[in-house]
């Protein structure tokens, strides 16, 4: 079964219409699989729609987190959830196409722990992309990414190292710096990658320095940094609306 967490923050215009493009593929392949959408404390309709959907659908669960947690700590809630061999994280906003979800998996069947869908061409503002390009080699140097290796956020992981990511307890969580602790046997495949639709990225250079500072405190070997790190929960489930599936294999 491949188990799919979406973090989803302010997304009432792409929710369901991204699991529905999850169905259709999912199903037309013949896959097992269970989406878990974790609502990352949004101000819109979101949640409403999700648990819709849960009503909808056999195979979807729904997460509300009291507090925003961020992207990175909605992702691990989300994780501890799955149930399945493999493991997708995909965007909530449309920018990567769940039909790809095939050539990830068909990738992984190679023997790799961990495939990374990327982009041919990222439809992202300058800095944005600056951003990505000092996140790679920052990623290189200190967490010995593998040089040809890139990451974005949608990718498909197996369930053993899944198990090792659900044990993190560090306050603060940056997923594809977990990976490389545990992992170098990486791929990645060619994607498409597609304008944003609505709204706009909620990433802006401050963030993107907040990322690299968190990055040098939580990852970095060196203990100078440890003084910094917080002590607070990773992250306040409000509510689960477990799958019917997953309660019938209860």
Known sequence: ????????????KTIEKLCEKIIINMNSHNFDYEIILVDDNSRDKSYNLMKQLHNNYN???????????????????GLRYGLGNYFVTIDDDLQYNPDDIIELYIKMQEGYDVVYGVPSRKQHNKYRNSGTYIKEWMFSVMLGKPRAIRLTSYRIMTKNIVNQIKLETASYV?????????????????INHYDRQFGKSNYNFKKLLKLFVNIIIYY?????????QKDVPQYIVEEVLISKTTHLEK
């Open 1 to 12: 079964m491949i188990s799919i967490v979406v973090p989803v923050y302010n997304s009432e």
């Open 59 to 77: 195979n979807i669960t729904c997460i509300k987190l009291r507090e925003n947690a961020g992207q990175q700590n909605a992702l691990l809630c």
């Open 174 to 190: 940056y997923l594809s710096a977990t990976i490389l602790k545990y992992t170098k046997n990486i791929a990645n495949v060619e």
């Open 220 to 228: 970095s070997h060196s203990k100078l940094f440890n003084g910094y």
